[in-house]
Structure formats: structure tokens, C-alpha cells
T-cell receptor
Framework: AQSVTQLGSHVSVSEGALVLLRCNYS??????LFWYVQYPNQGLQLLLK??????LVKGINGFEAEFKKSETSFHLTKPSAHMSDAAEYFC???????????FGQGTELSVKP | NAGVTQTPKFRILKIGQSMTLQCTQD?????MYWYRQDPGMGLKLIYY???????DKGEVPNGYNVSRSTTEDFPLRLELAAPSQTSVYFC?????????FGPGTRLTVL
């Protein structure tokens, strides 16, 4: 079955440190890939998306993600974490145009002062 | 634009009661979705619609019903509420490749 896996349900970093949230998908056909952020008691907000254009995608709030077909990965990074980045992050995939969005389990990011 | 709106924000139901979660979008999107979010489980698709008059089951449809009489509205109906339906419910609408989410409804069934 097509799926998306986020490694690590909880990641903790210090303020100013690199943020790396991992996402792997399960298809040999490059899908559409998304990262969403959810702040406490709010809905999901799109951070960035990959739709078969440039493999390095820049999003909002300084986040970026790189699509690596050979590794079936779409990891999310930010060079320097801010306290305001503390939230839950979801990787999501659409495997064919018109298809349904499949979500990973989510990774909760904590940022320590 | 308001985007995707959901009402109510919070609700407590007794076992066996029924209720309707409302969802409205003002972006003229054809595709709309209902998800539930449980801790550590990500979002699971309950029902979706590709346009007015057309609905289909998602991954976890049991215990729910939907209708889509207009492009704007996509209500989710719970009949005979059960504790397993305690969750946060999100509605979303979609343009070409991006989904827009509502703020969610937090439902507790006791």
C-alpha cells in the first residue's frame, strides 16, 4: 500500500540549532509531496510543496526540503531553530494527480532555549 | 476571504447522541474532505467529495455520513455517537494541488 513515513514522533533541538525532520514515501513514481505545520489548537498550514519542478523547495518561515528520488525522501530542514517553530509537522503525499492526500504520523518539534 | 470555516469549535456529546459538524468554504473549490486526527496517528480521511452531489468514502467512514448539496458546504453527520469518535475533526478544500484546512472541531463523546 502507498504510504508515507516520518521517522521520529518527537524531535527536540536547541534554539539556533539545525532542524531536520525526516520523511520517506513508498513509490517508484515521484509523487507530489507536502509539508504542513500545525500549531497548538489550530488547523494545518502549508509550509512547502514539491510538484516535479525544482528538487530543492523553499517554504515559509525559513524552511526548505529536498526531494531525493534515489532515497525516496523529502526531509524538511531549517538552519536555525526559533522558539516559534515549536509545533507538529506533517509530511503528506499525493501519488497521482487527482488522488487523495496521504499523511504521515506527524513529528512534534520542541525547541529548547 | 474566510477560507474554510468549521462550526462548532468544541462539542461534548453523550453516547448515542447525534450531531452535524458544519464546513463551509468560499474559494469555489470542487474537492472537499473530512479528516479526523488522533494523537500519534496523523490525519485519517473519513469522506471526500469531488463536487456538488458527489461523495465517496475515505479510509475510516464507519459511523459517519456526509452530503454535498452545494459547492460551498460539506457537513459531516455523526449518528449514534460512540467514545471511539472522540477526536479532532478537520475539513479541507482543494484547488489544483494544495489543500486548505479549517481550524478544526474538537469532539468528545462521553
Amino acid at each position: 500500500a502507498q504510504s508515507v513515513t516520518q521517522l521520529g514522533s518527537h524531535v527536540s533541538v536547541s534554539e539556533g540549532a539545525l532542524v531536520l525532520l525526516r520523511c520517506n514515501y513508498s513509490s517508484s513514481v515521484p509523487p507530489y509531496l507536502f509539508w504542513y505545520v500545525q500549531y497548538p489548537n489550530q488547523g494545518l498550514q502549508l509550509l512547502l510543496k514539491y510538484t516535479s519542478a525544482a528538487t530543492l523547495v523553499k517554504g515559509i518561515n525559513g524552511f526548505e526540503a529536498e526531494f531525493k528520488k534515489s532515497e525516496t525522501s523529502f526531509h524538511l530542514t531549517k538552519p536555525s531553530a526559533h522558539m516559534s517553530d515549536a509545533a507538529e509537522y506533517f509530511c503528506a503525499v499525493i501519488y497521482n494527480q487527482g488522488g487523495k492526500l496521504i499523511f504521515g504520523q506527524g513529528t512534534e518539534l520542541s525547541v529548547k532555549p | 476571504n474566510a477560507g474554510v470555516t468549521q462550526t462548532p469549535k468544541f462539542r461534548i456529546l453523550k453516547i448515542g447522541q447525534s450531531m452535524t459538524l458544519q464546513c463551509t468554504q468560499d474559494m469555489n473549490h470542487n474537492y472537499m474532505y473530512w479528516y479526523r486526527q488522533d494523537p500519534g496517528m496523523g490525519l485519517k480521511l473519513i469522506y471526500y467529495s469531488v463536487g456538488a452531489g458527489i461523495t465517496d468514502k475515505g479510509e475510516v467512514p464507519n459511523g459517519y455520513n456526509v452530503s454535498r448539496s452545494t459547492t460551498e458546504d460539506f457537513p459531516l453527520r455523526l449518528e449514534l455517537a460512540a467514545p471511539s469518535q472522540t477526536s479532532v475533526y478537520f475539513c479541507a478544500s482543494r484547488n489544483v494541488d494544495e489543500q486548505f484546512f479549517g481550524p478544526g472541531t474538537r469532539l468528545t463523546v462521553l
